[in-house]
């Protein structure tokens, strides 16, 4: 199969396209390379014949029209988006402008390269988005999707956006499309703003750990090379207007995950052990979301899928990872806002 996949020189998308390319798919990645884009994530694929790049933006529909008739893929993965909540607070108007129009614009130019082509039934739109669009949880439940959507934050409200558009031109135009709605990642090539690096980064370099407010709020962590497995999975077998919520099965407080990643780092790199005496409560983020779990029964039972790792042994890859590989995030630090507090509102 040929997929056009947005995003791919982020996180997951990352992720997705070295999977997909390792089982034989070809992927051409269409990223406009913001701040939080790094072609390093792509490098152990990039000289293989069944990977291409296009640096585009999904605002610039145009570009989009160039794209799909120089590539005509089987199918689209829509990953780019702006990600950083704690970004959305200081400055929502990305958010609107790449995750709502820039979704818009991608469906439209994915609508009429497949009116062009004749309406292959095979053809799919695969929007992945998060499950921050069900807002936040009290102690008990879970996200099922029949949850209804309460977004909380700049970036849930635009991610809750893209997904009804995705749906609407699924119902208005027959665009086959499916979704998946997932919990937080984490893995190698995490940017390093978001928490598992921070934690990382900055017990390596003996600063501060921050952790937002109590540290209680709960999250259900998903290893992202999981969950790249899950998504090619949902591609090739979700049905067509069906969505799936992927989840780790593993939540935890972010202090207990804190505490876990310093525990890795006091066996693997003892040199300033113990780590935990760095962790700092500071000052909450507006808004913070309690609580996010995710019921996997749909993609358990209708696709028979699972997460192969527990959340210890994923953070005990992520933390080897980033000592193996400082020449990836090194030069990431210099970037525009990381290292800074952004988001309080
Ligand atoms: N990271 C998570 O824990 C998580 C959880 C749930 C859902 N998601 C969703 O998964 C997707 C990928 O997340 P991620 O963590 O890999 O994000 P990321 O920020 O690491 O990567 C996003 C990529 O999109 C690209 N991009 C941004 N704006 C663009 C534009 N206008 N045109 C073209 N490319 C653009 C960036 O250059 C970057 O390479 C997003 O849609 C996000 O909402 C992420």
């Not at 056009?4 to 996180?11: D, K, M, P, Q, S």
Request: hydrophobic share 40%.
């Amino acid at each position: 199969m040929k997929i056009l996949v947005t995003g791919g020189a982020g996180f997951i998308g990352s992720a997705v396209v070295r999977l997909a390319v390792s089982r034989g798919h070809e992927v051409v990645n269409l990223d406009a390379l913001t701040y939080a884009a790094n072609l390093e994530n792509v490098a152990p694929v990039a000289q293989s014949a069944l990977y291409a790049f296009e640096q585009a933006d999904i605002r610039n529909r145009a570009a989009l029209d160039r794209v799909f008739a120089k590539h005509q893929p089987d199918a689209v993965m829509h990953l780019a988006a702006e990600s950083h909540v704690d970004r959305s607070i200081d400055g929502p108007g990305a958010f609107i402008e790449t995750n709502v129009t820039g979704t818009y614009n991608l469906l439209e130019a994915a609508r009429a390269y497949w009116t062009k082509q004749g309406k292959p039934g095979g053809f799919r739109f695969h929007h992945i988005s998060t499950d921050e669009v069900f807002g936040s949880l009290g102690e008990t439940g879970q996200f099922t999707e029949a949850t209804p959507y309460d977004p909380r934050s700049p970036y849930s409200a635009s991610k809750a956006a893209s997904d009804h558009l995705v749906r609407a031109w699924h119902e208005t135009y027959g665009l086959p499309v499916v979704l998946t709605n997932c919990s937080n990642n984490y893995g190698p090539f995490h940017f390093p703003e978001k928490l598992v690096p921070v934690v990382i980064l900055n017990a390596l370099h003996g600063r501060p750990i921050p952790v937002y407010g109590d540290g209680a709020n709960v999250r259900d962590w998903l290893y992202v090379e999981d969950h790249a497995d899950a998504l090619l999975l949902c591609l090739e077998k979700g049905a067509v207007g069906r969505s799936y919520n992927i989840g780790g099965e593993n939540e935890a407080r972010n202090i207990d995950l804190v505490r876990t990643i310093c525990a890795h780092l006091d066996e693997m790199r003892p040199v300033g052990a113990p780590h935990d005496r760095l962790i700092t409560f500071v000052t909450d983020r507006p808004g913070h979301d309690r609580r996010y779990a995710i019921d996997p029964t749909r993609i358990r039972t209708e696709l028979g899928w699972r997460p192969s790792v527990t959340v210890e042994e994923g953070l005990r890859r992520t933390v080897a990872w980033y000592l193996d590989n400082e020449s990836w995030w090194r030069p990431l630090l210099d970037r525009e806002g990381v290292g800074r507090r952004l988001g309080r509102g």
